[in-house]
Every structure is written in structure tokens, then in C-alpha cells.
């Protein structure tokens, strides 16, 4: 004798799928798109604002502490924003045992980057200037503590456009 399933379309699905286990990535991606639109935004105004600057303008700018806190803030947010995505894409498309690898590969490397760049940031913000210095940091390194003579460099000179 066959014997029926007298459960509802509703109880033979639930427990089969994954409604509700990928809520969490998920989440986190809307959460770090939110956080970037206004980091994302400081930085295209800041790069905009320092088009015709020189270079010392530019790294007097970044030695500000709010300008190295929120570059720092943007490289974490927009490397584990960059995670999350790739790993959708690689779970997603990738269908062999070379998955594991794959994801590893992906977060060891958003790692790295956003650690390079968040060095970058901290060496540029905390870097002691001294005469063989190469910006126009007399000001700044004045008021920071860095420097007891003012200096001139060789863009102040003229050095390097003489021909």
C-alpha cells in the first residue's frame, strides 16, 4: 500500500533550503554600501578640491588627522565591501573543490591591499620631515613638531623645471 504525505507544500519545504542562511553577508554588503556613499563622496570632493594643488599641498592635506582618519576609514570599508561582493560572485560561479582556495586567495589579498594602504596613509601622516625632505613643509612641520628649521624644497627652487 502506498502510503500519502498528508503535509501542507509549506511543510515539505521548510528545512530543504537555505531560506534565510545567506542573510548575514547579505546584510553586511547593504550595511558597508551605506558606510562608503559618504566616504566615497569626502574623497571624490577632496580629490576635486586638490586638482591644481602641488605636492606638498596635497600631503600637508593628508597629514591632517581628519583626512588620514577618514582615508583610513574608506581603504577598510572599501576592501571588506570588496570582499563581500567577490566572494557572492565566486560562490556564485565557481563550482569546483577550488573554492576554498578561491576565497582564501580573495581575502588574503582585500588583506593585503587595504593593509598597503592603510601603511601608506600612516607613513604619509607621521613621517618625519628632515632637510633632504622633497615637499614645501615648513608650516606644517612647524606647527606638527617635526622639523626645527624651516626648509625649502625643489619645487620651491625651481630646480626641476630649469632646462
Same mark, same amino acid.
Given at each position: 500500500?502506498?502510503?500519502?504525505?498528508?503535509?501542507?507544500?509549506?511543510?515539505? @519545504?521548510? #528545512? +530543504?533550503?537555505?531560506?534565510?542562511?545567506?542573510?548575514?553577508?547579505?546584510? /553586511?554588503?547593504?550595511?558597508?554600501?551605506? $558606510? &562608503?556613499?559618504?566616504?566615497?563622496?569626502?574623497?571624490?570632493?577632496?580629490?576635486?578640491?586638490?586638482?591644481?594643488?602641488?605636492?606638498?599641498?596635497?600631503?600637508?592635506?593628508?597629514?591632517?588627522?581628519?583626512?588620514?582618519?577618514?582615508?583610513?576609514?574608506?581603504?577598510?570599508?572599501?576592501?571588506?565591501?570588496? @570582499?563581500? #561582493? +567577490?566572494?557572492?560572485?565566486?560562490?556564485?560561479?565557481?563550482?569546483?573543490? /577550488?573554492?576554498?582556495?578561491?576565497?582564501? $586567495? &580573495?581575502?588574503?589579498?582585500?588583506?593585503?591591499?587595504?593593509?598597503?594602504?592603510?601603511?601608506?596613509?600612516?607613513?604619509?601622516?607621521?613621517?618625519?620631515?628632515?632637510?633632504?625632505?622633497?615637499?614645501?613643509?615648513?608650516?606644517?612641520?612647524?606647527?606638527?613638531?617635526?622639523?626645527?628649521?624651516?626648509?625649502?624644497?625643489?619645487?620651491?627652487?625651481?630646480?626641476?623645471?630649469?632646462?
Amino acid at each position: 500500500m502506498v502510503q500519502r504525505d498528508m503535509r501542507s507544500p509549506l511543510a515539505r @519545504a521548510i #528545512g +530543504l533550503g537555505s531560506a534565510g542562511a545567506g542573510v548575514g553577508p547579505w546584510w /553586511a554588503e547593504r550595511v558597508s554600501t551605506v $558606510a &562608503l556613499v559618504p566616504l566615497t563622496l569626502w574623497f571624490a570632493a577632496s580629490i576635486i578640491a586638490h586638482v591644481g594643488s602641488d605636492y606638498a599641498a596635497f600631503i600637508a592635506w593628508m597629514r591632517s588627522p581628519l583626512a588620514a582618519t577618514s582615508m583610513i576609514l574608506l581603504l577598510i570599508e572599501l576592501f571588506h565591501h570588496t @570582499a563581500l #561582493g +567577490l566572494q557572492v560572485v565566486i560562490e556564485d560561479y565557481v563550482h569546483s573543490r /577550488a573554492i576554498f582556495a578561491w576565497e582564501m $586567495a &580573495l581575502r588574503s589579498g582585500c588583506f593585503t591591499l587595504a593593509v598597503a594602504g592603510i601603511v601608506a596613509t600612516l607613513h604619509i601622516a607621521f613621517a618625519r620631515c628632515s632637510k633632504r625632505c622633497q615637499c614645501q613643509c615648513t608650516g606644517m612641520c612647524n606647527r606638527l613638531g617635526r622639523s626645527k628649521q624651516p626648509h625649502r624644497s625643489k619645487m620651491d627652487t625651481g630646480a626641476n623645471f630649469a632646462r
